[in-house]
């Protein structure tokens, strides 16, 4: 694919139509970098990847022939549920239920957890800095009413706690099937999880993950940069993989 063929796609201000003012660093960055940028699909454009915010519904994905990809392959990389199966135990013990309440207790206790973090298989609810989605620190009624206040899933995940304070966790990004980070280093851990999870199809996600087990996967396009990534070096992974 010839450079000035691919866009990435930028997710739009509602009131100026612009690339939203959050993502114009890494737009013009990306620019620089080659890539055509837009918050509209260009004519010229016979790759497109897609960057903005967290979409839960398949009516909320961009649609256009173009895309390197589409809602399956994001929500493959949204929904701890589906990805899960693919790195059980490279990762931290999780089950999934449909709701939380006593058989949710029963499990946990069959399991001899002392704890357990709860997503609603998308996110966990953080609140000045502490997550409040664990239990028994915050009841199921308690959880479940929380979560009311974000989009509907069908699953909830319900994972061992882990004192996550001792652990040095780390954003690897995956492009085209290869690990980045501003190091160089990838743990062999990372490696494993990106050979295990191609049947998902995504050409580009996250994976959070310490030197000894994994801790979520999230896509690509909603992902944080995070700071510590310059945009020069974050467009330079992008350009390695896509250009």
């Not at 239990?135 to 319900?158: C, G, H, N, Q």
């Not at 001792?166 to 954003?171: F, T």
Request: with cysteine.
């Amino acid at each position: 694919m010839k450079k000035e063929h691919t866009q990435i796609l930028y997710y739009a201000d509602m009131a100026t139509q612009q690339i939203a003012e959050e993502l114009r660093e890494e737009a013009m960055a990306m620019m620089e970098a080659g890539f055509l940028i837009s918050a509209t699909p260009l004519l010229e454009a016979q790759q497109i990847l897609y960057r903005g915010p967290t979409m839960w519904q398949e009516t909320d994905y961009p649609r256009h022939h173009a895309l390197i990809q589409g809602w399956r392959e994001y929500s493959n990389t949204l929904f701890m549920s589906k990805y899960y199966p693919y790195i059980k135990d490279l990762t931290i013990p999780t089950f999934f239920t449909t709701e939380l309440g006593e058989a949710t207790e029963r499990e946990i206790r069959r399991r001899d957890w002392d704890g357990a973090f709860v997503k609603n298989d998308v996110s966990a609810i953080v609140q000045q800095g502490r997550t409040r989605t664990v239990w028994p620190d915050s009841s199921f009624d308690e959880i479940t009413a929380m979560f009311r206040r974000l989009p509907k899933t069908d699953m909830y995940a319900v994972r061992q706690r882990i004192n996550m304070r001792l652990c040095k966790e780390e954003r690897y990004w995956i492009l085209n099937h290869q690990a980045y980070h501003r190091t160089g280093i990838i743990p062999d851990i990372v490696n494993k999880a990106v050979q295990r999870l191609r049947p998902i199809g995504s050409h580009y996600y996250v994976i959070d993950a310490t030197p000894d087990f994994i801790v979520e996967v999230n896509p690509g396009e909603s992902s944080d940069r995070y700071i510590e990534n310059s945009v020069t070096t974050f467009a330079d992974w992008f350009k390695q993989a896509f250009l």
